[in-house]
């Protein structure tokens, strides 16, 4: 659920990975998989200096998250260069901690409107979660099951206009209530449709998908889509003139730290 119209969000780990190794250094480098724009993750670098008085560290991003297509790749990575952190320099942060420092440093570096609490929380806990983001709060846990089938589709992205997404706030406001109750399939449907419809998407693969007894829709602010099904392999078939399929599974627990 995006958080944009109402500052409350929910959002489900995927086994997509993105990995960050750290080391100390004369002073700061970071090089990564994607060709991404690098100026956010120096910035948190800084914030983070500035809280915890460390020193220079070279950081290396690898993975195989795909990244600027609402996938929150960008969260992921802030909470493995976290997390990374804590283990390095003993920094004394709990996942909980790293998911809220996330969220904090999104907003201040121009990562996310909201900081997208709920998606730091999903990918550092393991776990799916309502959460209101403004507060940086957990609402409620969901329990999120299934296979996971993520669609790349070949049009660029929405219009991503923050008023038209906020416009949708009412429909956005009966998916929360319904998430609040644990109908968190409900909740989907009702997120992919109201911001679909908001950011122009072609409705087509996520009434395929409801059509045939799956739910999901645009993931944050899209291109990329994320679905959930019973039958992922008949959902592939059906899904496969959209765009390229990407299987995932739903983790059971929190992201490793080695």
Same mark, same amino acid.
């Given at each position: 659920?995006?958080?944009?119209a109402?500052?409350?969000g929910?959002?489900f780990?995927?086994s997509?990975?993105v990995?960050a190794?750290?080391?100390?250094?004369?002073g700061?480098?970071?090089s990564?998989?994607?060709?991404i724009?690098l100026?956010?993750?120096?910035?948190? $670098?800084?914030? $983070?200096?500035a809280?915890?008085?460390?020193?220079?560290v070279?950081v290396?991003?690898?993975?195989?998250?795909?990244?600027?297509?609402?996938?929150?790749?960008?969260?992921?990575?802030?909470?493995?260069?976290?997390?990374?952190?804590?283990?390095?320099?003993?920094?004394g942060?709990?996942?909980?901690?790293?998911?809220?420092?996330?969220?904090?440093?999104?907003?201040?570096v121009?990562?996310?409107?909201?900081?997208a609490?709920?998606?730091?929380?999903?990918?550092?806990?393991?776990?799916a979660?309502?959460?209101?983001?403004?507060?940086?709060?957990? $609402?409620?846990k969901?329990?999120?099951s299934?296979?996971?089938?993520?669609l790349?589709? +070949?049009?660029?992205k929405?219009?991503?206009?923050?008023?038209?997404?906020?416009?949708?706030? +009412?429909?956005?406001?009966a998916?929360? $209530?319904?998430?609040?109750?644990?109908d968190?399939?409900t909740?989907?449907?009702?997120?992919?449709?109201?911001?679909?419809?908001a950011?122009?998407?072609?409705?087509? +693969?996520?009434?395929?998908?409801?059509?045939?007894?799956?739910?999901?829709?645009?993931?944050?602010?899209?291109?990329?889509?994320?679905?959930?099904?019973?039958?992922?392999?008949?959902?592939?078939?059906?899904?496969?003139?959209?765009?390229?399929l990407?299987?995932?599974?739903?983790?059971?627990?929190?992201?490793?730290?080695?």
């Amino acid at each position: 659920m995006n958080a944009i119209a109402l500052g409350i969000g929910a959002s489900f780990p995927l086994s997509l990975k993105v990995v960050a190794e750290v080391c100390e250094a004369d002073g700061d480098a970071v090089s990564s998989y994607a060709d991404i724009d690098l100026s956010p993750i120096y910035k948190a $670098l800084e914030i $983070l200096r500035a809280r915890f008085k460390f020193g220079g560290v070279a950081v290396r991003f690898s993975g195989d998250l795909p990244t600027a297509g609402g996938l929150k790749s960008s969260s992921a990575a802030l909470n493995s260069l976290i997390l990374a952190l804590n283990e390095l320099f003993g920094l004394g942060l709990s996942r909980l901690d790293a998911a809220r420092l996330n969220a904090e440093i999104s907003k201040a570096v121009g990562i996310s409107v909201t900081g997208a609490f709920d998606d730091a929380t999903a990918s550092a806990l393991g776990e799916a979660w309502l959460t209101d983001n403004g507060e940086n709060a957990l $609402l409620r846990k969901l329990d999120v099951s299934g296979a996971a089938l993520v669609l790349i589709p +070949p049009w660029g992205k929405g219009r991503g206009r923050l008023e038209e997404m906020r416009a949708v706030a +009412p429909a956005v406001r009966a998916a929360v $209530l319904y998430a609040l109750r644990g109908d968190w399939k409900t909740a989907m449907a009702i997120n992919a449709i109201a911001y679909g419809f908001a950011l122009g998407y072609d409705p087509a +693969p996520t009434i395929e998908a409801l059509r045939m007894g799956a739910v999901g829709g645009v993931s944050g602010t899209g291109p990329s889509h994320v679905f959930v099904a019973d039958d992922v392999d008949k959902l592939y078939s059906a899904l496969s003139r959209y765009g390229r399929l990407i299987r995932a599974e739903i983790p059971s627990g929190p992201c490793a730290v080695t």
